[in-house]
């Protein structure tokens, strides 16, 4: 399996619902519904989704009365836990305490002032509450600025936040420092883990739709968190939540950071010596390990195309299949145990069963 980063900065345990956030904890993904919280109706099956896809925790909108109101009826039938996402109205932030939610991202410098702030803080506290305290580089406090702020100042703008949070005597905060920039964002990150003890929330503000920006999600994800920094992460992207749960969840996998059970696939480019489809035969592998209970264990699962890298990379996994030709080898624990005859696609149903077959015992005895 990937190795581990550069050991994780100990921060602040936060206790969101059931779900702990720092203090050693393992890294959680987080999304954001779409839907319009008041319609409660779509609002809590997107949030199953969210949750079937592995998603720890998950924010909703409060931007009116009828939403706070609606996040305790949502919240009464979700598995996972809720954060409510508050701007410009402190009494949005109250009512959503009152209705249930498990945490509240804020902003200290636009929900009131001072009077308002101790309220929501207080409120909080006497409820058990965390609250993420954010700054994000498009909306700086002030207002608008011209250009981008620098990382240092990204960071010395949530520390000013931070004294009027702390004033209030409430401790129980995680921190997102974020911006579109792949690299200020880092860099702040980097900044803020030497100045600040609170769990730290790793993102980008906006990182765009699809391919690209699950490619600039992952460098700056996985950046941050191979400096053993980070608590919890969302990867934020245009389109369906589903999908900022599994990426969030392939960045902490390729770092050895995911800590549910879970098989990593490995599978060639594939080349003129690859005769079959071997996509096709990875899909099909990825498929079934989904419906193996895996027990907590963590497996590393090969596809091959050809024997040239295909013996060397079944020795490092826990099950592998390797193409030959009209064969298909399969190998568990780095050792050849059995040899499928493969003429075309009708053949790859027996290899596949076969995967998981010995995935499921590798996984078994991991588990052990």
């Known amino acids: 399996m990937a190795a581990a980063p550069t050991a994780r900065a100990m921060t602040r345990p936060v206790w969101v619902g059931g779900v702990q956030i720092g203090g050693g904890a393992p890294i959680t993904v987080q999304s954001m519904a779409r839907t319009d919280t008041c319609d409660e109706a779509a609002t809590g099956e997107q949030i199953e989704r969210l949750r079937e896809a592995g998603c720890d925790i998950v924010r909703v909108a409060v931007n009116s009365m009828r939403a706070a109101a609606a996040l305790g009826r ?20 109250l009512a959503a305490l009152e209705g249930g ?13 001072e009077n308002e702030v101790r309220e929501v803080f207080a409120k909080a506290a006497a409820m058990g509450v965390p609250v993420r305290v954010g700054v994000n580089a498009g909306s700086m406090p002030g207002g608008p600025t011209k250009g981008r702020p620098s990382p240092e100042g990204m960071v010395g703008a949530a520390e000013t936040m931070l004294e009027t949070v702390r004033a209030t005597g409430f401790e129980d905060i995680v921190v997102a420092i974020k911006s579109s920039d792949v690299g200020d964002t880092i860099e702040a990150n980097a900044i803020a883990s030497g100045r600040v003890p609170y769990p730290l929330h790793i993102g980008l503000t906006e990182s765009g739709y699809g391919l690209p920006g699950t490619v600039k999600s992952a460098v700056c994800i996985g950046s941050v968190l191979a400096r053993g920094i980070g608590d919890t992460i969302r990867v934020s992207l245009t389109g369906d939540p589903v999908e900022e749960v599994r990426a969030g969840i392939e960045i902490l ?16 480019p594939t080349c003129g010596r690859c005769a079959h489809d071997l996509r096709s035969l990875a899909e099909s592998v990825d498929g079934a390990l989904a419906r193996i209970a895996m027990g907590g264990a963590a497996i590393k699962v090969a596809v091959m195309g050809c024997e040239v890298n295909g013996p060397g990379e079944a020795g490092d996994a826990d099950v592998a299949l390797v193409f030959g030709t009209g064969f298909i080898d399969l190998y568990e624990g780095g050792a050849k145990v059995k040899r499928l005859p493969f003429r075309g696609a009708d053949d790859m149903g027996p290899a596949v069963e076969a995967c998981a077959e010995g995935a499921a015992r590798a996984a078994k005895a991991k588990g052990r």
Do not use: M, T
Request: with cysteine.
């Open 74 to 93: 949502i919240k009464a039938r979700a598995a996972i836990p809720i954060v409510a996402d508050v701007h410009f109205d402190h009494r949005l932030a």
């Open 101 to 113: 939610a498990d945490k509240l991202r804020v902003n200290p410098g636009n929900i009131g002032g």
């Open 253 to 268: 996998k390729s770092l050895g950071l995911y800590r549910k059970g879970h098989a990593e696939i490995v599978s060639c």
